[in-house]
T-cell receptor
Framework: GAVVSQHPSWVICKSGTSVKIECRSL??????MFWYRQFPKQSLMLMAT?????????EQGVEKDKFLINHASLTLSTLTVTSAHPEDSSFYIC?????????FGPGTRLLVL | KNQVEQSPQSLIILEGKNCTLQ??????????LRWYKQDTGRGPVSLTI???SENTKSNGRYTATLDADTKQSSLHITASQLSDSASYIC???????????WGAGTKLIIKP
């Protein structure tokens, strides 16, 4: 099956700093990628849809100025959590649909101190 | 309101036993229903995808059923293994494949 990778797998940062998470499609091109957030014991929540060469589409309640998304190439989307706060600590997962099956990255665990 | 409800919230069974997880949905328009397995600290992995016309689909020891009339689905795991310990998530797609309604998942623990 298709492979989606994420980097880093985990990150710890101080409050107020910015953190960039990368999502790559390794063996296919993805014009659209999706960013999810998952809090402990909860299911995935879609944050935004990343579109190659155009602006991302954010779900209701997700601050676009806080969660910056850049999809500069057909194999790379980045999510930058700006001025991170402890409440941003979560598990961030990206995904893509090269076919009818949705493939997810391994996730990035963010801890903001 | 589009919703997907899963039961039980959590389940503990002994290795080798079978189990069935339930998913009820109120989603319209319905496109397909997916079951995912998510290991702790990992992204979800697709197990099965079923469209409106499909009643059952298997993937190894996993068998999913779908009753579109009652809007219910189940995931049956046979001869459970320790590696089956994970969260199992039911997801229903609206007509547009990218619009997904996620269940909260069932946390399954297999004990030796």
């Amino acid at each position: 099956g298709a492979v989606v990778s994420q980097h880093p797998s985990w990150v710890i940062c101080k409050s107020g700093t910015s953190v960039k998470i990368e999502c790559r499609s390794l063996d296919f091109q993805a014009t659209t990628m999706f960013w999810y957030r998952q809090f402990p014991k909860q299911s995935l929540m879609l944050m935004a849809t990343s579109n190659e060469g155009s602006k991302a589409t954010y779900e209701q309640g997700v601050e676009k100025d806080k969660f910056l998304i850049n999809h500069a190439s057909l194999t790379l989307s980045t999510l930058t959590v700006t001025s991170a706060h402890p409440e941003d600590s979560s598990f961030y997962i990206c995904s893509a649909w090269p076919e009818e099956t949705q493939y997810f990255g391994p996730g990035t665990r963010l801890l903001v101190l | 309101k589009n919703q997907v409800e899963q039961s039980p919230q959590s389940l503990i069974i002994l290795e080798g036993k079978n189990c069935t997880l339930q998913c009820n949905y109120t989603v319209s328009p319905f496109s397909n229903l997916r079951w995912y397995k998510q290991d702790t600290g990992r992204g979800p992995v697709s197990l099965t995808i079923m469209t409106f016309s499909e009643n059952t689909k298997s993937n190894g020891r996993y068998t999913a059923t779908l009753d579109a009339d009652t809007k219910q689905s189940s995931l049956h795991i046979t001869a459970s293994q320790l590696s089956d310990s994970a969260s199992y998530i039911c997801v229903v797609s609206l007509d547009s494949n990218y619009q997904l309604i996620w269940g909260a998942g069932t946390k399954l623990i297999i004990k030796p």
